[in-house]
């Protein structure tokens, strides 16, 4: 009978890096699909973490993740990014609707020494499979988007960070009296990213 | 009452004392003879009478024995009768104590058995609550172990909590600082403000004067443009017509005979020569017409340009509404803190405030963390009272149970001790009749049977009372172990209370840090964040800019693409017309006399628009030197990656030499100052980090550097 000790696998700073900026890129095209924000017919489907998820087809959208996840990475291994949070406004007022929050914490000890962690490959895809799936169960819960909208991503970095000429500072874009959903966590051992969705109550509800 | 022993005899008197007096029968004649005494015979007579008497006394006596021997005989009858009806009265009671003994034994036997089982009880009590105890010290242990967990957590909420508090504190300083810092920014804002609004209005003026200008420039020019165009057209259908002629005159040509070349020919090749060249200059002069349509399409770049520069000035217009809007809440607020200022006790001033603020929230902080405090005391002995209600009640039910069954055990305890009692006194009653019957000795058979079993019964009666004496010294000791089980009982009951008191604080607690924890989250997730430790950014170029620029660079090929046709266009136009030369008919002679007239009236015009574009260029120049006090001066060039870029000198007309000049370079759209000797002065150079590097005017430094000038030169 073959041995069911789970084998653990070595992960470095760089690694972890990759596995959550990668995640964070099929995050955001997931979150893009399942809330309506661009066309259906803009999105291919792939296998990634053994399930079938959506990427966009719109090279403007795929150019600006591609952009953005270069700079993430930067930061990521810096060890200087607290979170990314992917905002959802309607296209008219800029009004927030929905924010979903990707809280990161780093093992500093990672960062200053260079050393490694290990933890199964197979249990980090597991962990981000159960976020997945719970990103595309969240249409259930989440109040419809009637009006058309647009989205931006924010990273909240330490103070100390150069600002890139490519970005610039910008307000929180925050909602007020929300409603917070928290959803499952993974963690590499370097990085462990916390998913939270807050989102604007619908009027019906509060009705 | 039946008299057991026969009263005494009485005894007769000595003077009637007979012979026979000891009961025997004594025949006188057996009466031992006497002495024969030496009497005289005639004392013969006398004795024969005296031995009748005799007889007949002694048959009296004889007699009267009898009868009281008859009579003691019926005596001793009755006797033996009433000791036979005794015997058998005390058979009957020791037949009645023996079933009392062993009715006696019996319930002494079920006492023992209820004792038994009283212990079997209390010993299975006493299991049962040590099985209780051991799961309440392993839930105790279990509990320690949380309570240390907590503790730990609660030590760690605790370093959380003094950090957040030395944050707080700094956040407080920093407050303070930063109030310090508004209200000089205040006063800063305030002065910016009223400069900005006088150096919009004139700006707002100044862009609107020039771009009515410029739109009317770029309406002409376009019209010209336009009528180029059309002249381009003409001329190019012309030429093309012409080509067409051409070669149709060749064709002609070519089937003439080569005989009517003559002295002509040379001519004619002349001719053609000539026009060629003034073909050649048409061309020159179409290109002249291209370059001045480049020009009109500068000209149309550069209204685009101050299109954008008035949006912008709109744009900035609106911040200062905006600012002003700002400005005026600021004022309001200033107003408002200082009426607060007023109505505030033991404030005077702005500085005070802080600190007051700082005081106040110590004191609504140590008002709440007492009133935490004493709710926290409140909630414990509230808890504690239930528990010791709980405790009390489950104490009171013990002991009316446990006093409920010593009034059992006592109840049975005091019926054994009476059995024992009863059976004692039976007992004794049974010896002492024993005993007289012993004494009488008269019926053997059955007193020696009586006392067998009396003495049975005796020893029974004292094993049964060393059993009972064993018992009762059992259920003594059995007493004290239930005393001190019951004392360790109580004992483990306040732990218990104790425990659970503590395990009610520490849920407390743990609800307490959970809320916190939620609150914590809740912050998080509403996307609270320390300015202090962490900033926001953003991609500057979001999708909605890309999409735009895209459609501006896609544009913007299109219209490369179009040049490049129409210049590719051209540039046959001109191998063909270069190609094209030997021989002209005279409609294409008057043709191109037309078009040399057109040519010359289109050059008169141009002469004539750059004539008009200078004197107004030049006045333009002059206006702006009067009305802004700078001398600009416009050239082009490339700088080292080979981007063309357009450079302005200005000079002061205030300037107090020619070194004083600022170079500003210009590219799509983008103005940035160039660094100069001039510029790196200390004053200019500050003016320049104020007005062009935070605050993004360059009007605004160079209205100020004109107004110090001003004041230098007038001073001076």
């Known amino acids: ?207 | 009452m039946i008299v057991r022993t026969p009263p005494p005899k009485k005894r007769r008197s000595e003077a009637t004392e007979s012979p026979n007096s000891d009961g025997r029968f004594i025949i006188f004649e057996d009466l031992p003879e006497p002495q024969p005494e030496p009497e005289p015979s005639h004392q013969h007579s006398d004795q024969m009478l005296c031995t009748y008497q005799c007889r007949q006394l002694v048959k009296a006596d004889f007699l009267d024995a009898l009868s009281s021997a008859e009579k003691q005989s019926q005596d001793y009858k009755s006797k033996v009768e009433t000791m036979n009806d005794d015997l058998h009265r005390s058979e009957a009671e020791k037949m009645k104590f023996r079933d009392q003994l062993l009715y006696a034994e019996q319930e002494l036997a079920a006492a023992k058995g209820r004792e038994q089982a009283l212990q079997d009880q209390l010993l299975k009590e006493i299991h049962e609550s040590q099985e209780r105890l051991r799961k309440q010290i392993h839930i105790h242990s279990e509990l320690e172990v949380k309570f240390r967990k907590e503790i730990d957590l609660r030590k760690n909420a605790e370093s959380l909590l003094s950090a957040a508090e030395q944050k707080a504190s700094l956040l407080e300083g920093k407050l303070s600082h930063v109030s310090e810092s508004i209200e000089r920014e205040k006063n800063r804002l305030q002065k910016e403000l009223t400069l900005l609004k006088e150096e919009s209005k004139h700006s707002m003026s100044r862009i609107s004067a020039d771009l009515e200008m410029m739109e009317c420039k770029a309406s002409n020019s376009e019209k010209e443009a336009a009528v180029l165009k059309e002249q381009l057209e003409n001329l190019q259908t012309k030429l093309n017509e012409c080509l067409h002629e051409k070669n149709e005159v060749e064709k002609k040509l070519s089937t003439s005979t080569y005989q009517e070349f003559s002295s002509d020919d040379s001519i004619l090749v002349k001719h053609l020569r000539e026009e060629l060249r003034n073909y050649e200059s048409e061309v020159h002069e179409a290109r002249k017409l291209k370059a001045s349509h480049e020009d009109v399409e500068l000209l149309r770049e550069k209204l685009l340009e101050e299109k954008g520069r008035r949006e912008r000035a709109e744009a900035e217009a609106l911040k200062l509404l905006e600012a002003q809007i700002n400005g005026k809440k600021l004022e309001d607020e200033l107003s408002s803190w200082k009426s607060t200022l007023k109505e505030i006790p033991g404030v005077t001033s702005a500085a005070d405030i802080p600190l007051k603020f700082e005081a106040l929230q110590k004191e609504v902080l140590e008002g709440m963390m007492k009133m935490g405090e004493v709710t926290a005391r409140l909630k414990q002995v509230e808890v504690a009272l239930d528990v010791a209600e709980n405790a009390r009640q489950n104490v009171e039910t013990k002991a009316a149970l446990t006093n409920e069954k010593v009034e059992l055990l006592k109840l049975e305890l005091k019926r054994t001790e009476l059995m024992l009692s009863s059976t004692t006194e039976e007992r004794d009653r049974l010896k002492i009749i024993i005993d007289e019957l012993k004494q009488q000795k008269n019926v053997e058979a059955g007193s020696a049977m009586t006392d067998g079993k009396v003495k049975e019964l005796e020893a029974s009666l004292s094993m049964k009372e060393d059993l009972i004496k064993k018992l009762e010294s059992s259920i003594l000791e059995q007493k004290d172990v239930n005393a001190r089980q019951h004392n360790e009982m109580k004992l483990l009951n306040e732990r218990l209370s104790n425990e659970s008191r503590r395990i009610k604080s520490l849920e407390r607690e743990d609800d307490r840090l959970r809320s916190e924890i939620a609150i914590l989250e809740s912050k998080l997730g509403h996307g609270d964040f320390s300015s202090a430790s962490t900033k926001v950014l953003r991609m500057v170029n979001s999708l909605a800019v890309d999409s735009d620029a895209k459609k501006t660079i896609e544009a913007l090929q299109n219209e490369l693409q179009q040049t490049k046709d129409k210049l590719q266009a051209i540039e046959e136009l001109k191998k063909q017309s270069g190609d094209a030369g030997t021989l002209v008919d005279s409609y294409i002679s008057g043709k191109v006399v037309q078009l040399k007239e057109q040519i010359a009236t289109l050059e008169k015009r141009e002469e004539r628009y750059k004539a008009v574009f200078a004197d107004r260029i030049s006045v333009f120049r002059r206006a702006c030197c009067e009305l802004f006090g700078y001398k600009i001066v416009m050239d082009d060039h490339q700088r080292s990656d080979g981007i063309p870029v357009t450079r302005f000198t200005l000079q002061s007309i205030y300037a107090q030499s020619d070194d004083e000049k600022l170079q500003f370079e210009y590219e799509s759209g983008n103005t940035k100052i160039l660094g100069n000797n001039y510029t790196q002065q200390s004053d200019i150079s500050h003016q320049v980090e104020i007005f062009i590097r935070k605050l993004n005017s360059i009007p605004a430094f160079t209205a100020n550097l004109t107004v110090e000038s001003f004041n230098k030169r007038t001073l001076s």
């Not at chain 1, 997931?30 to 090279?59: C, H, M, T, W």
């Not at chain 1, 406004?89 to 979903?100: D, Q, Y």
Request: glycine share 4%; with cysteine; proline share 3%.
């Open chain 1, 1 to 207: 009978m073959a041995s069911k000790t789970a084998t653990k696998d070595i992960i470095t700073l760089r690694g972890s890096t990759a596995i959550v900026s990668e995640f964070f890129g099929y995050a955001a095209n997931s979150i893009l699909y399942n809330r309506g924000v661009y066309p259906e017919e803009s999105f291919a489907r792939v296998k990634k973490y053994g399930l079938p998820l959506l990427l966009s087809q719109d090279e403007g959208v795929k150019t600006f993740i591609a952009n953005l996840n270069t700079q993430l990475s930067e930061w990521l291994e810096a060890g200087k990014l607290q979170r990314i949070v992917l905002v959802i406004m309607t296209k008219a007022t800029n009004e927030v609707l929905e924010r979903w929050n990707f809280s990161i914490e780093t093992d500093k000890e990672v960062v200053e020494k260079g050393v490694s962690r290990e933890k199964s490959d197979k249990e980090i895809m597991r962990e981000i499979q159960a976020i997945m799936r719970q990103i595309a169960s969240s249409i259930t819960y989440l109040p419809c988007l009637d009006e058309p909208c647009i989205f931006d991503v924010l990273a909240y970095t330490d103070m100390d960070v150069a600002v890139p000429f490519t970005w610039t500072e910008s307000d929180p874009k925050l909602i007020a009296n929300p409603q917070m959903v928290k959803l499952h966590s993974f963690d590499t051992k370097i990085h462990k990213v916390d998913t939270l969705v807050s989102y604007k109550n619908d009027e019906w509800d509060e009705q």
